[in-house]
Structure formats: C-alpha cells, structure tokens
C-alpha cells in the first residue's frame, strides 16, 4: 500500500482495499510558489538531491526535467501537417482513452464504494453542497468557448455540413457525459478526506497500480492526439487574422509551433500545476 492509502472494511470477516496516495502539501485552493517550483525543476536537471554527476538512468529521465523537452521532439513532426483531415482523423484514436479512463474511474467506484456524508461537518467524508470557491470554475468555462472557437474551424472542413447541427449536438453532450461522470464517480468514491485529490486525480493513485498505471499510458495517448489538433487550431484562427489564410507557408508555421512548444515546456518543467493553471 502507498503512504496515506486506506483500507475500508465492506463487510464483517471480508474486506478489499481501496488504495489511494495523498500527496505531499496537496490543496485545492493554495497555488504553490514559484520559487519552490523553479528550485524543484533546475534539481531534476541537475540529477535530483544527491547531486551526484555520475551517468545514470535517472539523469536523462526526469519528470520534470528532461521528459517535457522528449516529447516535445517526438510530437513536433505531427504539428506541422498542412491538411486539417489528418488531425481530426488523427484525434479519433483519443476515444478508445476516453473509453479506458471511463471504465477505470467505474471500477473504481465499485471497489471504494460511495463516500459521502451530507449531514456531519465532522466526518471525513463530508461534502458540502455549497461553497464559496465556485468561482475556481470560471477557469474551466474558459476553455468552453475557446472549444467554440474550435468547433467553427473543425466544421468548416466538413465533406457533409448539413449534419454540424447533428454531429455538434451529439459531441457536446457526450462531452458533458463524459466530464460529469468522471469527476462527480471519482468524488463520491474517493476514501478520505476530499483535500487530498490531485489537479491530476491519476496521481492519487501509486505506481503499483496496474489499472492507474494503464490509464496514465492511455491519457498519453489521448494527449498525443490531442495536441496536434489544438495547434492546428491556433494556428488556423491566428494566421487567418494575420494574413488571411490558415496555410501562410511552412516556415512561419513551423516557426509559430517552435514558440507555442517551447511555451508548453517551459510550463510543464516550471510550473506542472494544471488545476492551478485552470483556476
């Protein structure tokens, strides 16, 4: 079992275990420093708190250190495809991660169980119908009407357009479905107390974990998918506003996709907090 993790008793002379992790200083509503962000990132480049200089596995794989700038490398090639076919084809391969990370989060709730108090302040799994953070969700709503921005240029491409009100309507509603039932599954089912689930609800679950370790393969995946299709976005909308067509040569593109890279990088090695981000 991982530190922190919990044990629930289902019923008399038979129990299960509904292992999860709270990570170290894991709050909902506290944005972490920067300095201790930036000290934690040059430490994994400079091979973590031994400091030794030896060569070693450990030196060329670093979360947040040398993994960002990897990526990156293997998935710039893919941002930089003229034709919008090859990323929304491209980016259908993401459904089979959606359709893992759903079962996961079910069996999750089936192994831990609904964990909800509604009625005593004092109990560890008590839920508050109400509080006075909502406003972090602004964040989120954000990034619907960027999503909007995004559908119009996805559509614009459509070989039959007499079905975007169809096809959109579906997508957002299983859009909907999709992001209801993880977050409000995961929520119910989580054993302790609710300040411990992660930005990233995977890292509550250790690395022993063979279903949570799965689902990390798949949302990268997801992600690998996704993330050509978002730049092709951007791209899109920018150089048609700038100089009237989403194709103004490929060196500008590969120029605006080295910048938009290198942004991400930087995020993902300096300051990995998505919730915080979001928020």
Known sequence: MQPNSTTIPVMENKTFTCDVYC????????????????????????????????WSFDKFWTLRGTVPIYLAVALFPLMNFKSPTFFTKFN???????????????????????????SNPKSMHYVQLANMHFPALSGTLTLSYFIHNAVLTILRNQKHPENNARDL?????LVAFCYVFIGFTFFAAFPVQRSCISDNFLNNFGAGDVLSST???????????????????????????????????????????????????????FYPNVG????
């Open 215 to 269: 689902a990390r393969l798949f949302l990268l995946f997801q992600m690998i998918t996704v993330l050509p299709l978002l730049m092709f976005l951007v791209r899109s909308q920018l150089f048609y506003a700038i100089f009237g067509q989403t194709w103004p040569g490929a060196i500008k593109v590969i120029l605006l996709n080295l910048i938009l890279i290198s942004i991400a990088v930087g995020f993902a090695t």
């Open 92 to 118: 259908v391969l993401g459904t089979i991660s959606v359709m893992y990370l759903l079962m996961f989060v079910f069996s999750k709730l089936l192994e831990c169980g609904v964990n909800m108090d509604f």
């Open 169 to 173: 309507s579906i997508g957002y509603c």
């Open 276 to 279: 915080s981000i979001l928020r």
């Open 23 to 54: 990570p170290e200083q894991t709050s909902q509503w506290t944005i972490p420093q920067w300095e201790k962000q930036i000290f934690d990132a040059v430490g994994e480049f400079e091979g973590g708190e031994t400091g030794d200089d030896s």
